[in-house]
């Protein structure tokens, strides 16, 4: 059997870890392809519900990232991000959503080594997670068998 | 302590006056229900209609709810919770201040009628009660209970029983009980990853779908919810665990640091699920990280609208 | 048993664009099973649920006429998530159709009169398969006169040109056309429809007037009906209100007692007089 | 039509009897769990006050899938949604109240209208054998006398039971009802006269009902124009809840949910309570604001059923509204102030 390739849906900021991406792809360096990337003007843009419903459309994980403290483009998204991202972090967390499942990292647009690290980290958590089979929707049975 | 009657006719007079001196064209109070072990909001506009206000052990609803929106001049009556979310709702721009007239009751706890029927169940259709007493009345019989026994939850831990915020107290000052410690969330957090989604999956699952807490809750106020929105439309509609789970989890996330524990959503859930469990846990989060407490003073800002260059965040790598 | 829930599936055999703002386009469906469009034998005025698989069913008019044989045709405003998503569909794209719902024109017992046929804007669908049907020889003798007053507020808003230009060089049939303002080259009125009305309505007199449009152009109209001397049971309106089964059932289209899709959308003004405004 | 006498411990062998080939269906849990489940003949009790929802949910689940359809183009019907089929068991209910059957059989008139008929409410409402338990001692929320009902109400069951002196009294309303009762092997007995009793007492506990009745002779638009309803509509929060957990509160929503592979098309419960409702693609609402809200579920009950179905008015007064409404809008109030004449001058 095959391993477990995990599928991973990214929020990144527009300014700093999507162009991360940009100049891990240009510069060559590998990291493995698990990521749909979502782009957002900022995280602060970010909605607890993109999140929720990544999950609940089946991602076995959830990687959101942007600029560094003091370096947001709009002066303070990033901040008032952080702040959010607390309170969801420790909501589902306590709600018993495996930690390792969700990641946030602030990764600036020239830090494309530590983009590759943290991607490649973030797949290793993740697949040893397994898959996400309890923070989902349950399938729709289609009942195509005794149609058909 | 002042007897309810004591504080309903403090109540009364009051209103009265607030509306003779034209600090408010209507006051929002309690009147008695139509039911045992109930009160129903009342609108009070003239000092006849002000007769009809009462204080009972049953004012669990919380009037705040219908501030948002509101014209004119209005006073409200209101419990140490309520008034924390009227200072929660003036600070997010849904009320202005200066049409506002909070009378504060110092307040004692509210009853939950869940557990009143888990210890008298023959029907009884007559009741009586005291500041500290409630007593059943059935065909051939007379229960009474000690009203500390059937305290709603968050009535139990309530610290701040005393509406300081008011215009207004009714009554003298009550102590609260000790600084919230959260122990009800201890269990919770030694239970691993997988007994903790069971548990809150457990939790929903009588869920109707039917936004009775949101439309309860005095901070739920935004002009199309989550749930209804369309295009995109976020949630299924369907009783998916998951997509129930997401109802309350974001219900949750969005009274973040908002919350006051006033027990509305609670109240007003009509198949009992503890739904203030995912408020608790925001609670606890902004009071271990900020120290902060929804709705004490007028100045203070809401902790998710304003931040510090150095917020702790060790789990961002 | 019957499940009046399962649409009949259809085949998208052709998609026109109607008005110039793209917002109209006109679908043509042909029955996947040929028998299901004798099972969907439907009359002028009444309406169907449009379901696309996946993302929901809308309530729309039938425009074409029970005599066009074939096919059916619908033409769909672009306003909500299943009706943008129809704009995006193509040729031979596979959907359903569920019907046909509600009550028709009361055509049978309107025989014998002269009618007045008023619409405004997109309303006109259902009035179309009205005329075509009124004008099929087997049919045209059992009416009196045939008015036809159509208002769009620009000429590239009005549906069904070839159509309604065709019928104007009919003499069995008198066809007034009007936009709101001005344009150049434009042959046909220019007005709003209540006062292109109040010109050229028929007299009173054994005449029925049908009519579909905005709630403004009705608000208008009405009176100017009322002037002439129409009476109430003589005026009669199609209603629309949100829906979803379209079977009298899930409750969210009634007006007082009476469900739009189950007992209308069809209403006389006199029914509608002695009910709420819920629409 | 005979009644019939089970003793006390034999009670189990006739619920034995009647489930045989079935589904025994009865209230379990109790207080806020109390829901008629699935169930053996050893659990079914007697002791209980009523489901906390209304069992609508036997015939009209919360979620109903309807039907599915696939997207591969390889496969017979891709893109054409195929009936998912009627899931209904055969199945006898023992113990619904009396208020729920004829609320429930109030819906029946409304799923099975003049035209059409909902084929998934009238698989499973008529494979189930209704037998109700009467209410010999009223609660205090009951109200269905002055709805027009009795705790000993025959309408909508098949068998109504009853607490007898000697046992449990069953009289038998249908002739399915019979047929259950005559296969069953039970002891005839004469118990005309005490049910008559019975009832008699039971609706009297209830005291002198309301007199509701100036609201049958009341124009439609009068009512509907009386300027009351927005100090009733004060108070309402538009929760809700009063519609979900109503007998015959029936409105509900259709939704299509889809995934790469296909999708479903299932119904769930909806309330007229809601601004989404009856919102127009256009924005348009004809129901603006919760004063219309409000008017429509009480204008619904007690004045567009009534006109529809014969008088039978849509509430039974089961009394769950009155003890979970959360800011306290008791239906009895309103139909009283909806019975009020002098209100406004007649129309």
Redesign the interface.
């Known amino acids: 059997m095959s391993e477990f390739e995990p599928k991973i849906v990214a929020f990144f900021c527009n300014w700093c870890t999507y162009g991360a991406a940009d100049l891990a792809g240009v510069s060559r360096l590998e990291y493995p392809p698990n990521f749909r990337v979502v782009r957002l003007p900022c995280t602060g843009r970010l909605n607890p519900k993109f999140i929720l419903e990544a999950f609940k459309r089946g991602a076995d994980g959830v990687w959101v990232s942007g600029c560094h403290p003091g370096d947001c483009h709009y002066i303070a998204g990033n901040y008032y991000a952080r702040r959010k991202f607390i309170v969801m972090h420790y909501m589902l967390d306590s709600i018993g959503l495996e930690a390792d499942r969700l990641r946030f990292s602030w990764i600036s647009s020239a830090e494309a080594t530590k983009f590759q690290h943290m991607a490649t980290d973030v797949v290793e958590h993740v697949r040893a997670c397994g898959p996400n089979l309890k923070f989902r929707k349950a399938p729709l049975i289609l009942g195509m068998e005794e149609v058909a | 302590m002042p007897s309810l009657e004591e504080t309903t006719q403090k109540i009364r007079e009051t209103a009265k006056k607030a509306l003779a001196d034209g600090k408010a064209e209507v006051v929002i109070g309690y009147k008695k229900g139509t039911y045992p072990l109930s009160t129903a909001p009342f609108f009070a506009r003239t000092p006849e209609d002000c007769d009809q206000l009462i204080w009972s052990n049953f004012a669990r609803i919380n009037l705040a709810n219908y501030l948002p929106g509101r014209p004119g001049k209005v006073a409200v009556v209101a419990k140490g919770c309520d008034a924390r979310s009227i200072v929660g709702q003036v600070a997010e721009n849904q009320f202005h201040k200066d049409n506002l007239y909070v009378i504060g009751v110092p307040c004692t706890g509210m009853v939950d009628n869940n557990l009143i029927a888990a210890k008298e169940q023959r029907p009884y259709r007559d009741y009586s009660e005291t500041l500290d007493t409630i007593t059943l009345k059935g065909a051939d019989f007379s229960t009474e209970i000690k009203k500390e026994e059937v305290l709603r939850r968050n009535c139990r831990t309530c610290a701040n029983r005393t509406p300081k915020t008011a215009d207004e107290l009714v009554g003298p000052e009550v102590p609260g009980a000790q600084a919230d410690d959260f122990a009800d969330l201890k269990e919770l957090h030694s239970k691993s990853p997988e007994e903790r989604m069971e548990y809150f999956k457990d939790l929903i699952k009588d869920c109707l779908r039917c936004y009775a807490c949101r439309n309860a809750c005095p901070l739920c106020y935004c002009p199309v919810c989550f749930v209804d929105e369309t295009r995109p439309q976020w949630l299924g509609k369907s009783t998916d665990p998951m997509d129930t789970l997401t109802f309350h989890l974001l219900r949750g996330l969005h009274c973040a640091g908002r919350c006051t524990s006033c027990g509305a959503c609670e109240t007003a859930c009509p198949v009992n699920i503890k739904v203030r469990e995912f408020n608790r846990i925001t609670e606890e989060t902004v009071m271990d990280e900020w120290g902060y407490e929804a709705g004490l003073s007028w100045e203070q800002k809401p902790p998710l609208t304003v931040f510090q260059p150095d917020d702790e965040a060790s789990f961002i790598k | 048993?019957?499940?009046?829930?399962?649409?009949y599936?259809v085949r998208i055999a052709e998609i026109r664009v109607e008005t110039e703002d793209k917002n109209l386009r006109t679908f043509k469906f042909e029955f996947?099973d040929p028998d299901d469009e004798n099972k969907f034998a439907y009359m002028p005025g009444q309406f169907a649920e449009l379901?696309?698989?996946?993302?929901?069913?809308?309530p729309i008019g039938i425009a074409s006429s029970p005599s066009e044989k074939g096919h059916v045709l619908f033409t769909v405003n672009r306003?909500?998530?299943v009706?943008s998503y129809m704009h995006n569909m193509k040729k031979d794209?596979?959907?359903?159709i569920r019907g046909p719902l509600g009550h028709p024109y009361p055509l049978d017992t309107l025989q014998g009169k002269n009618l007045l046929i008023i619409a405004g804007g997109f309303a006109v669908t259902t009035l179309r398969s009205t005329i075509i049907w009124l004008l099929e020889p087997e049919n045209r003798p059992n009416y009196g006169k045939i008015t036809f007053v159509y208002g769009a507020r620009t000429p590239g808003l009005l549906l069904y040109k070839d159509e309604w230009m065709a019928w104007d060089k009919r003499d069995d049939i008198d066809v007034f056309v009007t936009i709101d303002r001005e344009v150049p080259d434009w042959n046909y009125r220019v007005g709003f429809v209540p006062a292109v009305t109040k010109e050229v309505c028929p007299a009173p007199e054994n005449t029925a007037a049908l009519i579909c449009g905005p709630p403004i152009m009705i608000k208008f109209t009405q009176p100017v009906l009322e002037e002439a001397g129409y009476t109430p049971d003589s005026i009669i309106m199609s209603l629309?209100?949100?829906m979803?089964?379209g079977?009298?059932?899930?409750?969210?289209?009634?007006?007082?007692?009476e469900y739009v899709c189950?007992d209308g959308p069809v209403f006389t003004l006199a029914q509608l007089n002695?009910?709420?405004k819920?629409? | 039509m005979p009644e019939y006498i089970v003793e006390e411990n034999a009670l189990k062998d006739f619920l034995q009897s009647i489930s045989k080939g079935r589904v025994l269906l009865s209230p379990q849990g109790v207080g806020d769990k109390c829901q008629i489940t699935e169930t053996t003949p050893d659990k079914v009790t007697l002791n209980f006050t009523n489901t906390h929802i209304s069992p609508k949910t036997l015939f009209f689940p919360q979620t109903e899938w309807l039907m599915s359809f696939q997207k591969d183009h390889s496969k017979p019907h891709p893109y054409v949604y195929q009936d998912l089929g009627d899931k209904a068991k055969s199945a006898v209910v023992f113990g619904i109240r009396p208020c729920d059957a004829k609320g429930l059989s109030v819906s029946n008139k409304v799923f099975q209208n003049d035209r059409f008929t909902d084929p998934y409410w009238k698989g499973k409402y008529e494979s189930v054998i209704k037998v109700g338990l009467a209410c010999k001692d009223p609660f205090p929320q009951c109200f269905c006398v002055a709805m027009g009902g009795s705790p000993y109400g025959a309408t909508g069951l098949d068998v109504l039971a009853f607490p007898s002196e000697k046992g449990l009294g069953l009289k038998p309303i249908t002739d399915e009802g019979a047929k259950l009762l005559a296969e069953a092997n039970l002891k005839e007995a004469d118990l005309s006269s005490e049910l008559k009793s019975q009832e008699e007492a039971a609706i009297k506990a209830q005291g002198i009902p309301d007199d509701y009745s100036p609201i049958d002779h009341r124009g439609l638009l009068n009512l509907f124009q009386d300027p009351q309803w927005q100090s009733i509509a004060e108070n309402c929060l538009n929760c809700g809840v009063c519609t979900f957990i109503c007998p015959t509160c029936h409105c509900f929503d259709i939704q299509d949910e889809e995934n790469s592979e296909g999708g479903v098309r299932m119904r769930n419960w909806d309330t007229c309570m809601s601004w989404l409702f009856t919102v127009h693609g256009t924005g348009h609402n004809p129901r603006p604001s919760k004063t219309e809200r409000v008017r429509q579920r009480f204008m619904h009950k007690l004045k567009y059923i009534p006109m529809k179905q014969n008088g039978d008015r849509g509430c039974t007064g089961c009394g769950r509204c009155v003890v979970l409404c959360p800011v306290n809008i008791d239906i009895r109030s309103v139909a009283l102030r909806m019975s009020t004449l002098n209100m406004q001058k007649q129309a």
């Open positions: 048993m019957f499940n009046p829930y399962l649409p599936p996947l379901s696309v698989p996946g993302q929901g069913e809308i306003v909500g998530q009706s794209d596979i959907m359903g629309e209100n949100r979803k089964c079977l009298g059932i899930c409750g969210r289209c009634n007006v007082g007692p189950k002695q009910l709420p819920e629409y």
